[in-house]
């Protein structure tokens, strides 16, 4: 399950490194109003789909995709965001 989740951010992390012509992912991670408006839009996908239980899976994968370039895009670690949350067990 996490593998999924580690193979998204080390795909955005290798077209950082080595673009792709025509890439999605490229072009979220060039264009950060781009992904800033995609990941916006994603979320209010998404909790459309929640109140109106449809497509709630189909959203909340668009939603991590989204955010996990988005946080590429921005330099913001994962291994950051971790260590962040380890922080807050009580």
């Known amino acids: 399950m996490l593998n999924t989740l580690e193979n998204l951010f080390n795909l955005a992390r ?8 025509d890439s999605y992912t490229n072009k979220l991670l060039k264009d950060k109003l781009l992904s800033k ?3 916006l839009e994603e979320i209010n996908e998404l909790v459309e789909a929640v109140e109106k239980d449809t497509n709630k899976i189909h959203e909340a994968a668009d939603v991590f995709y989204h955010l996990i370039m988005y946080l590429e895009a921005n330099n ?6 971790m260590t962040e949350l380890d922080k807050r067990k009580k």
Not at 14 to 21: G, L, N, S, W
Not at 76 to 81: A, G, N, Q, Y
């Open 37 to 39: 408006a995609k990941i």
């Open 76 to 81: 913001i670690k994962i291994e950051d965001i």
């Open 14 to 21: 290798e077209r950082k490194k080595f673009p792709k012509e």
